[in-house]
């Protein structure tokens, strides 16, 4: 084989690499809206994530609010392959009632896409 030919092979080996390859551009990303509410003036922790887990377990944040039912918290954030990773979750800090009422929304594209009582997730299967 010449040297032409093996430098086209080369390259065309190179492309079909690159073409097989999954693309980070390419990977689904969503704008996803985050809503919990409460029945009651409840204080809490809200979990969400707002990137894929890393090697580390990153991937979430959290904010300590307090809720009420004409304050509900909300938050927007982009994420890639939102139907595997959305999910929020709470934990209650009002020690003085036992089973606080909250209710969670994950809104992804502005759909619906779930809702539940306490924590969400958007996973599908």
């Not at 969503?30 to 969400?48: E, K, L, N, T």
């Not at 304050?71 to 392959?81: A, D, G, Q, S």
């Amino acid at each position: 084989m010449g040297k032409t030919t093996r430098g086209a092979a080369a390259i065309m080996a190179a492309v079909a690499v690159a073409a097989c390859a999954p693309s980070r551009a390419s990977a689904e990303t969503g704008q996803v809206r985050y809503v919990m509410r409460a029945d009651g003036p409840w204080q809490a922790v809200i979990s969400y994530r707002i990137a894929p887990p890393s090697g580390s377990g990153g991937g979430g944040d959290h904010d300590n609010v307090f809720l009420d039912p004409d304050n509900p918290w909300e938050t927007t954030v982009e994420l890639e392959n939102p139907y595997r990773w959305a999910n929020v979750s709470i934990a209650n800090y009002s020690s003085w009632v036992d089973e606080p009422s909250f209710h969670c929304e994950i809104w992804i594209d502005g759909r619906l896409a779930t809702k539940g009582a306490g924590n969400c997730s958007a996973r599908n299967g």
